[in-house]
């Protein structure tokens, strides 16, 4: 370099490598102009160039209207109904079958019971799970699901109606049954609806309940205003929804206050109906899931 | 000493090409012996049957990924004892630290796929366009018929070895036989051609074009090896005692005050590694020896006793003496083998041992447990059986630690505890309800054990069962 060239450059060159700086300067660190490595420029100049293709092939640039198609008129709308398309064709064939079969003849192809009972507990989780929990074992005034205990039928077309017109629900064919509200409506007395849970207490309590006179006067009520729908001895009958008072599971509790309270308000809980809300083969995914979880009858 | 000024530092090391010349002796004998060994081996085993019975392969050594099986002839590996290999490679590191410890990096200059493949490379290119001097000139030259003519034979061998490298390597993941027929009728899936490509441009580059790039900066082993040396691990060394001062040597005259070094520099252009063995120890050595014997050819030819390089231990080298067994017995490899015998006897027992049959029980989370109309409560169970043998077998189960009041198994009408069937070579999966009454503890350990029906095999597992809430 001579002696003027240096003169008329003034870029300022670091002494260590002689490469030239930028000019950029923080707190005394200087940036050397260093070439980007040869290997990255290549590839640099390989990906411009594949984005040529990109924009021929692909939607690329806004125009005014919208934007340039691309030649093939990709859309990532178009790509997701494909892949739907494609799912379905591959649930299509379990569909059918679904539809057509029934509850036991589904139970005896373990591919398709697999199949129902996992798109069943997914269904479950979207639509059920609110009330019933997410593992189905109830809270509240929502039955667990998991147990034995139904109050209406537990067996496949039980489960299957039930979740097909609901409970009370507003479903013509719904599940109806109505317990008379024995206090608030004036049917009995107070003290006879005290005599009344002493003699439903005395199906499971392993304690004595009330004295003998409350017992005997009890009983003689129970046969007149319960013993047609929960039984003589308080079994229930899950054809018109009645609970079983002489097990050991209390939807509402089973403590003193808690039977006085159902005897005298009444309960008659509701459940919605889905028949028209989800389809009928989720409806029976639902029942096989449900039915699946032990209690099934 | 040169010291490198400011205008000459550079930040990476240019790859200068190494041209090795040919040599003939002991060690090249040897390592063609080698080559010729493991590529057998490598290209052989796929191709050897073990019989296993009906409900297994027939393939001595095979890694069944679909199936999720491992065989190496009287071995079979299920994924979840994947141990058994952590096992193996540990032993494996252990033996390659004991053999170094003792004869230096032998593994390195003999028995490593990339020493091997290189060596291979090396060779077509010789074959193709003559020895060193002959490459040298090619390369220097201008290209015309001749030199494009040569090149593409020799990278066109070369991706030829690459194929056959990838063509036999996916042949240890499906059966050997019945995926040589599809690859000759081109029935082969993307998945088997994308790894034959990928070992085939792998090969290729690495034999044809990294080569000792890969020894020197790819290779962990070759950085940490000197954690395994001492002054008794066998190197290969240059006797600077007797080979200094160095210098053309005529034909006649004395040997007296010079070394016996003549400066040939046949060592150098020998070496594969591109380095120069008399500047001593260096970790780009590899220990192939091939210096040693193009050194002996030369002291014969100037009738001096061989070994001015020869493998030796830098004690010796340093004392003038030569090796001896004693060498070989010190505390380091004393310890090595202490550690690789235990370690021998753990793997062997272990194997040997292997236990045919295993029961996993899951016990479930949501519910934890479910009270029933009659007071009874409920939990389930996801009860995975592995019947590792080659046949179908029917187990009981045994439930320990809590009143069975009724067990029930759902989706599977034929299972009770009494029978559990499961396939041969397979996982049975149950799903159990195990009904007893309220405990006193709310969770209970209890013990699962099943028993193979007409054997006398036993697995069993611990689980819990959970009988109220957490007050």
């Given at each position: 370099m001579s002696e003027k060239d240096k003169k008329n450059d003034p870029i300022e060159k670091d002494h260590i490598t002689g490469v030239e700086t930028t000019g950029h300067e923080w707190d005394g660190l200087k940036e050397l102009n260093n070439p980007a490595p040869r290997w990255w420029l290549w590839i640099f100049i390989i990906s411009v160039i594949w984005s040529i293709g990109y924009w021929i092939v692909y939607p690329a640039w806004p125009t005014l209207d919208g934007h340039t198609k691309g030649k093939y008129g990709w859309t990532q709308f178009q790509q997701l109904?494909?892949?739907?398309?494609?799912?379905?064709?591959?649930?299509?064939?379990?569909?059918?079958?679904?539809?057509?079969?029934?509850?036991?003849?589904?139970?005896?192809?373990?591919?398709?019971?697999?199949?129902?009972?996992?798109?069943?507990?997914?269904?479950?989780?979207?639509?059920?799970?609110?009330?019933?929990?997410?593992?189905?074992?109830?809270?509240?005034?929502?039955?667990?699901?998991?147990?034995?205990?139904?109050?209406?039928?537990?067996?496949?077309?039980?489960?299957?109606?039930?979740?097909?017109?609901?409970?009370?629900?507003?479903?013509?064919?719904?599940?109806?049954?109505?317990?008379?509200?024995?206090g608030s409506e004036g049917v009995l007395s107070r003290s006879?609806?005290?005599?009344?849970?002493?003699?439903?207490?005395s199906f499971t309590s392993e304690k004595e309940v009330g004295d003998a006179e409350s017992l005997m006067n009890g009983a003689k009520i129970y046969k007149a205003q319960c013993a047609s729908c929960h039984g003589d001895q308080g079994q229930g009958d899950s054809t018109i929804g009645s609970p079983d008072l002489a097990d050991a599971i209390w939807l509402y509790g089973g403590d003193r206050d808690s039977v006085t309270h159902s005897v005298h308000f009444a309960r008659n809980g509701t459940m919605p109906h889905w028949e028209g809300r989800i389809s009928d083969e989720k409806i029976r995914q639902l029942t096989l899931f449900v039915h699946s979880l032990g209690g099934g009858e | 000493m040169n010291e490198k000024s400011d205008e000459d530092i550079t930040y990476f090391e240019k790859q200068s090409h190494i041209y090795p010349q040919r040599v003939w002796g002991k060690y090249r004998k040897l390592k063609w012996v080698a080559?010729?060994?493991?590529?057998?081996?490598?290209?052989?085993?796929?191709?050897?049957?073990?019989?296993?019975?009906?409900?297994?392969?027939?393939?001595?050594?095979?890694?069944?990924?679909p199936n999720r099986r491992a065989y190496f002839f009287f071995i079979e590996i299920w994924p979840q004892e994947v141990y058994y290999l952590t096992a193996i490679l540990i032993f494996a590191a252990l033996m390659l630290f004991f053999v170094t410890s003792m004869f230096g990096r032998v593994w390195c200059g003999y028995a490593c796929p990339q020493t091997v493949w290189t060596d291979l490379f090396v060779w077509v290119e010789r074959l193709v366009q003559g020895d060193r001097n002959a490459r040298m000139k090619l390369d220097r030259g201008k290209w015309g018929i001749k030199k494009i003519w040569k090149k593409t034979l020799t990278h066109t061998i070369w991706l030829f070895i690459g194929l056959c490298t990838g063509g036999a390597w996916v042949f240890y993941f499906n059966d050997a036989y019945a995926l040589w027929d599809s690859i000759i009728h081109f029935d082969i899936s993307w998945y088997i051609g994308g790894w034959i490509l990928a070992l085939t441009f792998s090969t290729y580059l690495m034999a044809g074009y990294a080569r000792e790039q890969v020894c020197i900066y790819m290779c962990p082993y070759a950085r940490f090896q000197s954690a395994m040396f001492d002054e008794d691990t066998l190197i290969i060394g240059y006797d600077e005692e007797r080979g200094e001062k160095r210098g053309k040597h005529k034909k006649g005259t004395s040997w007296d005050d010079r070394g016996h070094c003549i400066d040939c520099k046949q060592c150098v252009n020998v070496c594969p590694m591109g380095i120069d063995i008399r500047d001593s120890l260096q970790m780009e050595c590899i220990a192939c020896g091939l210096c040693v014997d193009a050194c002996n050819n030369i002291m014969d030819k100037v009738d001096l006793p061989r070994g001015l390089i020869r493998y030796d231990t830098l004690r010796h080298i340093e004392e003038g003496t030569t090796v001896g067994i004693k060498s070989f017995i010190r505390p380091r490899t004393i310890w090595y083998s202490f550690l690789l015998a235990i370690l021998g006897i753990v793997v062997l027992y272990g194997l040997m041992n292997r236990s045919l049959l295993d029961l996993h029980v899951l016990h479930d989370r949501s519910p934890l447990f479910v009270k029933m109309s009659d007071g009874r409560i409920r939990n389930g169970y996801d009860i995975k059986i592995m019947n590792k043998t080659h046949e179908d077998r029917m187990y009981k189960l045994k439930i320990k630690g809590v009143d069975v009041l009724e067990t029930k198994f759902r989706g599977a009408a034929h299972a009770s505890t009494e029978a559990l069937p499961v396939y041969a070579d397979s996982v049975g999966q149950f799903k159990m309800f195990l009904f007893s009454g309220a405990q006193e503890e709310q969770r209970k350990n209890i013990t699962f054990e099943i028993t193979d029906v007409d054997g006398e095999l036993t697995a069993e597992h611990e689980t819990i069962f959970i009988s109220r809430k957490k007050q």
């Open positions: 109904a494909e892949q739907q398309d494609e799912i379905m064709a591959r649930k299509k064939v379990y569909l059918e079958d679904l539809n057509s079969m029934t509850f036991e003849e589904i139970i005896a192809d373990p591919e398709l019971y697999q199949f129902a009972v996992a798109g069943g507990k997914i269904a479950f989780k979207e639509n059920c799970a609110n009330c019933h929990g997410i593992d189905a074992s109830g809270q509240g005034k929502y039955p667990n699901l998991n147990d034995d205990d139904w109050l209406w039928n537990g067996d496949l077309k039980g489960i299957y109606e039930t979740i097909k017109f609901g409970i009370r629900s507003a479903h013509d064919d719904s599940r109806f049954s109505e317990m008379t509200a024995f006879e609806i005290s005599d009344v849970v002493d003699h439903v207490l | 080559m010729t060994v493991l590529l057998g081996i490598y290209y052989a085993v796929p191709w050897l049957r073990w019989d296993r019975g009906p409900s297994a392969p027939d393939q001595a050594v095979l890694i069944d990924m």
